[in-house]
């Protein structure tokens, strides 16, 4: 499956960066830009359909480890960060 939406530029909090060491973030970006949004309630899922159709920001989850991290773009597409949901 390709890319159904453009990442802009990605960065990384330094925890997000700490926990993904030993794991391959370039992976999980492109999961998330083929909209696997990864462990996401029905809820999230629904807003992230409507936010490929209305430009509305959108958010992935993945198990890393014992940890997660989230992946989210920004509405305008403009960036992508991936960070520990206690750095949100």
């Not at 309630?41 to 430009?55: E, K, S, T």
């Not at 509305?56 to 960070?83: M, N, Q």
Request: a negative charge.
């Amino acid at each position: 499956m390709s890319a159904r939406f453009p990442l802009g530029v990605v960065v990384a909090t330094p925890g997000a960066l700490d926990l993904l060491a030993r794991w391959d973030l370039d992976d999980l970006l492109r999961r998330h830009q083929r909209g696997d949004w990864g462990e996401l309630d029905g809820h999230d899922r629904r807003a992230n359909g409507r936010a490929l159709r209305d430009g509305a920001r959108l958010l992935s989850s993945y198990p890393v480890g014992d940890g997660k991290v989230w992946i989210i773009t920004e509405a305008d597409r403009s960036s992508t960060c991936v960070l520990l949901p206690s750095e949100y």
